[in-house]
């Protein structure tokens, strides 16, 4: 039996298991991978990481500096849309816009669908309150003035071209005057179009000894005069709000208590780059006109600025951010250590596979021996792991298939001798006929009936069991009171039963419960009854007793059915095969008390496709038992009376006629 040769499937021990082996070899690579690179990644990238960092926050600082002299030259956003593109093409970094309220200004990101901005901004662009610490680190940017508005940010202040020309030509006499004198300078234009002239060694006093003068370029021009008391104005205002008296504002934006417009002496510093002189107000007075003046300069250019937007630096889709170089020490180490743990994972590997080819190498050889139909010898099972396992499954298969192969032979045989005999008495008979032996009378015709008819019996045995193996057997599931069935089986093998001399009784709910409601093909359930009764008659002697019982199992989910006889019995040997396909204990298969040998096998098939099984118990010399096990039906009925519609289940067993 195939019961015999079956594996043991309980789980393996985790130390046997093959699985955790390689995971082990897997982590001691690892572990050393990790020990072995750890520091030197440390040692070898932390610094280039910062070398990195540093020229991120460089590149950073110049994006947001451009931006902010956009932001401070114009009203509005309106077209930074193509130097947001100039400056990612230029940065290779993903480079966005938004207002405060995060809707877009502008993006370089391409697509209908950009990534997700980031949940913090990198920083705000915002001419009025400029981020110091980003502007610092821009080498192109310019000096900041102490109330943090942008000296680029100049508003009313830019001159119109007439002034500007007219400013132009005066500090380029300057110019050429001191260079004469043997003081090299240069002009240098203020964001607000004001030139101013620029000493090389930036060492005003050199210009006293000279009778070159610069004192035009310190007068305020009409433009200049116009926004300045614009700007007083402003601040007198907030001074007064604190009870404080008002100031006269200079170009150079320092105060006095003058009463009329006081131009800067000497080359002061100028609006794009002068912070409110002193530089430090040591008074309370001071700091506070500081503040107004301050306060009002961020009014009078909060509409000649663009409003604060929001700046988002990241890396774009596919741009390559600039990575760093290690030096050749550094390089040579990873090398080294990287050959080291290479040497370590594949001395590991090797080992590990070697282990693992060797058994699968024999069962490979053993699979090819097996294919070409030699035999092949059981593969060696060396351990108890996966690999174990699996040879000797592979030898339990191959000893299957064997013995499969052997019941295939005999089958083969035994289908050619059951169709043989009655194919010879047909053609003997037919023969005697044809030659005028024998007178074709009601006794001839009734024998090669007979013949014929065992033949049709024994093809609808074979086409049943081969639709059985093909999965096709044919069922018709309806609700079947046991009882019932039992009797029309008695009832259809009780002449038989009296012409060999025998009882066939019924007894039902003996010895075990009542039987439960059972939903089964009635057609098919007969068939495997018969099947049964008429073996047990034909292996009962005269006088002898056939029971029929059907009772519940002790379980409540199953109807058994027993076929008990009184007959010879079945040796210990022989039992296990009595199912198997043309198996009979005469051995000379002589057909007076033997039949085709497919009754046992085509019950057990018939169990099968019922969701059942059947067994056989025996005691040679005493009788046999066979036992009949079917599902019971999901919705009980009380015993005895057929299941009303309300009980029958909603569905009935699967149809196995596909």
């Known amino acids: 039996m195939r019961s015999r040769g079956r594996l043991d499937r309980r789980r393996l021990p985790l130390r046997k298991s093959l699985l955790v082996r390689l995971l082990a070899v897997s982590a001691l690579v690892a572990a050393c991978s990790v020990a072995a690179t750890a520091w030197l990644a440390v040692q070898t990238t932390s610094g280039a990481i910062k070398q990195e960092q540093g020229q991120n926050l460089t590149a950073d600082a110049r994006i947001y500096n451009k931006l902010l002299g956009y932001a401070a030259g114009h009203s509005r956003w309106d077209g930074v849309e193509r130097t947001v593109r100039e400056l990612a093409t ?45 502007a610092a680190q821009s080498s192109g940017a310019t000096g900041t003035a102490a109330d943090r508005v942008d000296p680029r940010a100049v508003g009313p202040f830019r001159l119109p071209p007439a002034e500007r020309t007219q400013l ?3 500090a380029d006499r300057g110019v050429a005057c001191l260079n004469n004198a043997g003081i090299a300078s240069d002009v240098v234009e203020e964001p607000s179009g004001r030139p101013r002239i620029q000493i090389v060694g930036n060492d005003p006093d050199r210009i006293l000894g000279t009778r070159c003068s610069t004192d035009a370029l310190d007068s305020p021009t009409k433009t200049e005069k116009k926004a300045l008391g614009a700007l007083n104005q402003l601040a007198d205002a907030c001074l007064d709000r604190q009870g404080r008296a008002g100031v006269q504002l200079r170009l150079d934006l320092s ?78 180490r990873i090398a080294g250590v990287a050959a080291l743990v290479l040497a370590l994972t594949v001395g590991a590997s090797v080992l590990a596979g070697v282990r693992l080819v060797r058994p699968l190498q024999a069962l490979t050889g053993a699979a090819e021996r097996v294919r070409d139909g030699e035999e092949s010898a059981p593969v060696p099972v060396t351990a108890d792991n996966e690999i174990g396992r699996l040879a000797a499954a592979f030898n339990d298969m191959t000893a299957h298939r064997a013995r499969l192969e052997e019941q295939r032979k005999v089958m083969v045989s035994d289908v050619a001798h059951e169709l043989r005999t009655p194919l010879s008495n047909i053609r003997g008979w037919l023969e005697a006929a044809q030659d005028g032996v024998a007178d074709l009378d009601a006794a001839f015709v009734a024998s090669l009936l007979e013949e014929a008819v065992q033949l ?45 001399g025998m009882t066939l009784t019924v007894r039902t709910a003996d ?130 009376r057929p299941p009303k519609p309300s009980d029958r289940p909603d569905e009935v067993a699967p149809d196995h006629r596909s």
């Open 168 to 170: 132009r030509r005066t």
């Open 511 to 640: 010895p075990g419960p009542p039987p439960l409601p059972l939903t089964a093909d009635p057609v098919r359930l007969r068939q495997a009854l018969g099947n049964l009764v008429s073996n047990a008659i034909r292996h009962t002697p005269p006088d002898g007793h056939v029971t029929l019982r059907a009772y519940g199992s002790e379980s409540g989910d199953e109807v058994v059915v027993d076929v008990e006889d009184t007959g010879s019995g079945i040796s210990p040997e022989d039992l296990p095969y009595v199912f198997d396909r043309f198996w009979r204990a005469e051995k000379s298969r002589s057909r007076r008390t033997g039949g085709s040998g497919l009754g046992l096998a085509i019950v057990r098939k018939l169990a099968e496709a019922h969701g059942g099984a059947v067994s056989a118990a025996s005691t040679e010399g005493k009788g046999s038992v066979f036992t009949l096990r079917l599902p019971a039906s999901p919705h009980r009925t009380p015993a005895g």
């Open 255 to 332: 105060w006095g208590q003058d009463t009329k417009l006081e131009p800067s002496t000497g080359p002061a510093r100028r609006l794009a780059t002068a912070a409110p002189a002193p530089a430090v107000q040591s008074s309370d007075n001071d700091r506070a006109i500081a503040s107004c003046v301050g306060a009002a300069r961020r009014e009078q250019l909060s509409s000649y600025v663009a409003s604060p937007a929001l700046l988002f630096i990241g890396d774009a889709g596919g741009a390559t951010v600039p990575g760093f170089d290690l030096s050749p020490a550094n390089t040579a």
């Open 456 to 500: 049709q019996h024994i093809v609808d045995d074979l086409q049943d069991l081969a639709a059985a193996d093909a999965g096709a057997l044919r069922l018709h599931p309806a609700p079947v009171r046991i009882d019932d069935l039992l009797g029309q089986v008695a009832a259809a093998h009780q002449a038989r039963a009296e012409t060999a």
């Open 90 to 134: 230029r940065s290779g970094r993903r480079i966005a816009l938004t207002t405060e309220g995060r809707e877009i200004i502008a993006d370089s990101a391409a697509g209908a669908s950009p990534p997700a901005l980031p949940t913090q901004a990198s920083a705000v662009v915002d001419p009025l309150s400029v981020d110091t610490a980003l």
